[in-house]
């Protein structure tokens, strides 16, 4: 069994995560303005991309495509966008990194960044897409997602919202406490509705409280408690 780091190390060997929701909004708040967003829009389509929207449930209309990025950012990130050529548009924006977590003897991959236009014309294209990305191209894709510490608002509801299709769906779900390295089984929604005040909140505490989604039993090196709720 591998052996448990100090808090010292583990603070040290942690990624630091893009998560303060301040911090996100001001990043890509140019992904919001029309002028800004067809720049962006110019500088991905001149990146060597992947398309990936054969993990989409339904078909794109023939102006969208869904892209993958490796190459502008760190080794370790990746881009996925959804991009209208009709309008030189950015609509969906994805930031992925890939952790590597050697206590969990996985890499798992985080979105830092995920971001929508609000406009509405793209609404009814857009229905899924995250959801789609999220299970049918990163998960396939990698195995386990972590979450990233966004811990309130939109970041905390999105991963609700995630959580529980996942245990719908009989996946493996994980309470993490990435500082300890304790590794918890979540069994059910009751059991996740008791987890809440664990896993999120505002002190900065939370930020190393994560949930872990996976198509495989994590892992044999990490003593596993399983949590199940009435």
């Not at 060997?13 to 893009?18: A, D, S, T």
């Not at 069994?187 to 002190?203: F, I, R, Y």
Request: charged content about 25%; aromatic content about 12%; proline content about 3%.
């Amino acid at each position: 069994m591998t052996s448990l780091p100090t808090e010292s190390e583990r603070r040290d060997y942690m990624p630091k995560l893009l998560v303060n929701g301040r911090k996100i909004a001001e990043e890509f708040a140019f992904l919001s303005s029309a002028e800004r967003n067809s720049a962006f829009f110019s500088e991905l389509t001149k990146a060597v991309a992947v398309d990936i929207g054969r993990c989409l449930s339904r078909p794109l209309p023939p102006s969208y495509r869904l892209i993958r990025i490796d190459g502008r950012l760190d080794d370790d990130k990746f881009e996925i966008a959804l991009l209208d050529t009709a309008t030189n548009a950015v609509v969906y924006y994805n930031r992925v990194i890939i952790v590597g977590d050697m206590y969990l003897e996985a890499k798992p991959v985080t979105q830092c960044l995920v971001w929508r236009t609000t406009n509405y014309p793209h609404s009814e294209v857009l229905h899924g897409v995250a959801g789609d990305v999220f299970f049918k191209y990163l998960l396939e894709a990698y195995q386990v997602i972590m979450s990233d510490n966004a811990q309130t608002g939109n970041g905390q509801q999105f991963w609700l919202t995630q959580i529980s299709r996942a245990l719908y769906e009989n996946l493996f779900v994980y309470y993490y406490d990435s500082m300890r390295c304790k590794l918890q089984l979540i069994g059910n929604e009751g059991a996740l509705e008791e987890l809440k005040s664990t896993m999120w909140g505002e002190d900065d505490s939370y930020c190393y409280q994560l949930a872990i989604m996976s198509k495989v039993e994590l892992p044999a090196g990490l003593e596993v408690e399983i949590k199940e709720g009435a």
